[in-house]
């Protein structure tokens, strides 16, 4: 009998995730808000409930959080009709949400203060086109026995696994601090065409150049992608990382001035017009 694994937030980035577990053999037991997603979802074989509730009940060991931020982590644990309203005993949220490392180290805190359940977190890095191949990086904190029992999970989903040891929060650092060097390397291959494009030097050529020579990187290989990414989606995430890296410099003295530059830097760079401040 194949394992059942619940996975709540079956959005842009959480469905594909749980059509690979599904691919590897799990029974996912699914729950959105959005009740638009279920015929999908039951088309591509999940089980999908009508509660938390019952995900907190059918899950074997474990239940996926792949929802938006730590309002809606705390809310689907420990609102109302929550994950903690079943009464779980034994099993582990998995959090893959991305969230700031101290909201995360409190998230940890208050599960594990609160109730029966552990907390590990794995934050992912690949984009909608990595959940879909499965092929994301997952960058895992917690207690170290559970993140490794749970590998076979994350193997369904991603390409590579890394441990940064068990505070909840750091899984969160490592993706920020991929972001931040994302977003400096993002300002720079975009200056660099922009100069080209001056001198009306061929785009493709360039690019050609920068991924044989000593200007390579995965920006440089994936720019026909990264080129398209829009204001109000990609590039609002990434500044939104930037400036998370940038706060957590501040409050801890770590100098930082490239990713300070990045993230004033960014939209101009990439001649994108900045979405209006919400």
Known sequence: ??????????????????????????????????????EKAEAAGFTMVETLIEVAEQADEAIISMVRDYAQNVDITFGEGGLLSAGPKGKTLIVMSTLDPETMNELGKKVEE?????????????????????????????????????QPYFDAIGSNTFY????????????????????????????GLKLGNHYNLPQEE????????????????????????????????????LIAAYNQGIKHNVSMPFNALSSTQLFNSMEKEKPEAK
């Open 1 to 38: 009998m194949s394992k059942k694994i619940g996975f709540v937030g079956l959005g842009t980035m959480g469905f594909p995730m749980a059509v690979n577990l599904q691919k590897a053999g799990f029974e996912v037991i699914g729950y959105d808000a959005f009740k638009g997603v279920y």
């Open 114 to 150: 609160e109730s029966d359940l552990s907390l590990i977190s794995a934050a992912v890095s690949g984009g909608a086109s990595g959940a879909q191949a499965g092929t994301l990086s997952i960058m895992t904190s917690g207690k170290e026995e559970i993140v490794k029992s749970f």
């Open 164 to 191: 940064y040891g068990e505070e909840a929060g750091n899984s969160q650092v490592a993706k920020l601090v991929n972001n931040l060097i994302l977003g400096i390397n993002m300002n720079a291959v975009a200056e």
């Open 206 to 241: 360039v690019l050609n150049l920068l991924q044989v020579s000593t200007g390579d990187s995965w920006v440089a290989r994936n720019w026909s992608d990264i080129s398209e990414w829009t204001a109000d989606t990609a590039l609002a995430v990434l500044l939104k990382d």
